[in-house]
């Protein structure tokens, strides 16, 4: 896909992480922050052929204006029987970035808790033939009012608990050529295999949605 002007290396550090790397058991694993700040980011992470095990969140993507050079291929993020919390975060969140790729991937929960696999506000990124199963909600993307990113999901393999794409007020999504399986023991409440809540002007093709009776381990209620 093309990049707008933005990032280079000169400017911004970055973090290469590849040939089979594992980051696990850690907080926050990654993260663009600014010198801490909780509110910018800029940095270029590059993500290659590694795996993140049990991280309480794997990756944070912090405010930053420009087109991103960042990406993430063929990593495996992963939440299994020795997950020691009762919470997590979720495997990838981002908030008011654009460009981020995320492809070949496979976002996994065996854990029995709660957790989204990627989640974001005011984001704009790629989403391709990537694996996900076993977790609350696939990719959640929402808007917290201005934002004009949008997402792009094609060719991805989603078999969840709740729903598998949710769009929360994030207009011009794209999301073709999708496989996704939904369902567990939540009686009453609602599943979607793809969820548009005060979207407009999408593209939604190609889909192939199911329900399941596989017996995912019984969550609490959430919205």
Known sequence: SQKLPGQTSANQGTLEVKNNSTIEYASNAISTSNNGQSNTGGAIIQLDDSEFINNKRSMEFLPYTNSNLSYVDSCTFTYDEEYPLATSIGHITMWDV?????????????????????????????????DFSGLYQGIYVTNSGSSAKTLTAVGNTLDVVKNGIRVTAVDFVNISGNTLTVGNQLVGVPLAGILTENSTDFLIVENNVAGTTSSYPYYPLRD
């Open 98 to 130: 654009r460009g981020v790729e995320i492809s070949n991937c496979t976002f996994e929960n065996e854990s029995g808790i709660q957790t989204d696999g990627i989640y974001t506000i005011d984001a704009g990124f790629w989403v391709t033939d990537c």
